[in-house]
């Protein structure tokens, strides 16, 4: 994520800032602000700054700070230096760092970090990109049935370094099944000796691992929760999608849509950091169609050719015609793109869509001719007049 959130980058250290004013930023400001102030760094430079800080801060910085750049520093970092800072990363994003990373790194990496960790990451990069299972993380606080409200909320405290929220945990069987949610503030309301079950909500709302990403961040939206739990086919909790996580897929999706929409296939780099050959690639492919299907538009002026001789004023109508079809291609496109993205539509409705398309383009066509029609007859009198003098 780009740019510093509420105006705070105002604080962020300028070119003549003091080695105090830069430490005090480093140590004070969100993690996220200053991930983008390093961004801006290069890359040597960046890293210096980084190692200044402790452990765990240095690990939130570094989640923070975009791909590219994250690459850059993990690659040219020593495997032991690697994997500590792997250590200190959140579950979902040491393992969007890991699938990045080269072949002969990832086998690396994989004996250098601690078996616990080797295993989490292994469990959670098997699956798709575009899943619930790779938004999902392993960090979150989870409570026995058979516990009270007060037993509930000792184990939350000593759960809470390591998971990545505790307002929403989790209730499981001795088998491991997902069979309740509870929010924090009902456990801090409760007496504490009030059995859990009477507090969670049973069953709650959840996806599997192969549920697509966008499908996961509607949910997320439509029920208004911090996190969904991800299940597999025996109902054990293997997994959370959290909202900040959720946004930042929705807010990928939408970039596709809107890359769809321009007729360019969608790439995942920034455009910043896009190759030449990547956004070359990505563009000329609709170029070429495109270039296809303008010479049918040439095939159907060339058949009016002599009507065009006869009536020369009709060539002033020629941009018109163009700009209007693009226009209307234009429209047609990015309803259609943006309704199949929210899922207004599905690829089942294809058939009614097109009947209803096909009518309102014979209404639009006719409405635009009507508008058009008394500029054309004023045209073709000022030609009468000039051929009659």
Excluded at 272 to 297: C, K, P
Aim: with cysteine.
């Amino acid at each position: 994520m780009n740019g510093f959130a509420n105006g705070s980058h105002e604080s962020a250290p300028g070119a003549g800032a003091t080695p105090g004013e830069i430490a005090a930023f480093l140590t004070t400001a969100p993690a996220m602000d200053v991930a983008t102030w390093l961004d801006l760094r290069a890359r040597a430079d960046a890293w210096s700054y980084l190692r200044r800080l402790d452990a765990a801060r240095r690990g939130a910085v570094f989640s923070n700070m975009s791909e590219s750049r994250q690459d850059e520093i993990a690659q040219a970092l020593g495997t032991d230096e690697l994997a500590g800072l792997v250590a200190e990363m959140d579950a979902d994003d040491r393992v969007d760092l890991f699938n990045r990373l080269p072949d002969d790194l990832q086998a690396r990496l994989r004996d250098a970090l601690d078996p616990a960790i080797r295993e989490d990451i292994l469990r959670l990069s098997v699956h798709d990109d575009e899943t619930a299972g790779a938004l999902m993380t392993s960090d979150y606080a989870v409570l026995g049935r058979d516990m009270t409200a007060g037993e509930a909320l000792d184990a939350l405290r000593r759960e809470a370094a390591d998971a990545e929220t505790i307002y929403r945990s989790y209730v499981l069987d001795e088998a491991g099944r997902l069979v309740g949610a509870i929010r924090l503030h009902e456990l801090i309301l409760a007496a504490g000796e009030t059995p859990i079950t009477e507090l969670m909500e049973p069953a709650p709302v959840s996806v599997r691992p192969e549920t697509d990403r966008e499908d996961v961040a509607r949910m997320i939206a439509h029920y208004d929760i911090l996190a969904l739990p991800v299940i597999d086919a025996e109902g054990r909790l293997v997994g959370i999608v959290t909202h900040d996580d959720a946004a930042d897929a929705m807010q990928a999706e939408t970039t596709e849509d809107f890359q769809k929409i321009s007729t360019v296939l969608p790439f995942s780099q920034s455009l910043r950091d896009a190759s030449v050959r990547v956004l070359y690639s990505r563009r000329i492919v609709w170029l070429a169609l495109l270039v296809v299907g303008n010479l049918f538009s040439g095939a159907g002026i060339a058949y009016f050719e002599e009507t065009i001789l006869a009536y020369v004023s009709l060539v002033f109508f020629l941009p018109l015609l163009i700009d209007s079809s693009g226009n209307a291609g234009s429209q047609s496109a990015t309803l259609m793109v943006r309704a199949l993205a929210t899922g207004d539509v599905r690829p089942g409705d294809w058939g009614a869509l097109i009947l209803r398309e096909a009518v309102v383009a014979a209404a639009l066509g006719a409405t635009m001719a009507a508008v058009v029609f008394p500029l054309g007859r004023c045209a073709a009198g000022r030609r009468w007049r000039r051929w009659s003098a």
